[in-house]
Nanobody
Framework: QVQLVESGGGLVQPGGSLRLSCAVSGSIFRFYRMGWYRQAPGKQRELIAHIYSSGNTDYADSVKGRFTISRDIAKNTVYLQMNSLKPEDTAIYYC?????????WGRGTQVTVSS
């Protein structure tokens, strides 16, 4: 089993920055994928970014150049640095961990971008 705990959400003005963290605990194997997703009210959950055990990353077009996913292997933590935030970035952000055919999710953290 794998457990995920997100932190770092909050209220920020347009153009501001936030950093989300996701601490992963449990049985982590050699090959995995970690990611961030978000879900805005009335919309489907969408992918923001992935980081693979290889270190490779990929991003949704809507956040390229503004958001950066990274990880601290020693701390089993994945981060999402969000810059130049826009009101349309407002959503609940979820951490995801995938390995051996199983998906694990955090409970989510609210990000609100508003003046």
């Amino acid at each position: 089993q794998v457990q995920l705990v997100e932190s770092g959400g909050g209220l920020v003005q347009p153009g501001g920055s936030l950093r989300l963290s996701c601490a992963v605990s449990g049985s982590i194997f050699r090959f995995y994928r970690m990611g961030w997703y978000r879900q805005a009210p009335g919309k489907q959950r969408e992918l923001i970014a992935h980081i693979y055990s290889s270190g490779n990353t990929d991003y949704a077009d809507s956040v390229k150049g503004r958001f950066t996913i990274s990880r601290d292997i020693a701390k089993n933590t994945v981060y999402l640095q969000m810059n130049s935030l826009k009101p349309e970035d407002t959503a609940i952000y979820y951490c995801n961990f995938y390995q051996m055919g199983s998906d694990y999710w955090g409970r989510g953290t609210q990000v609100t971008v508003s003046s």
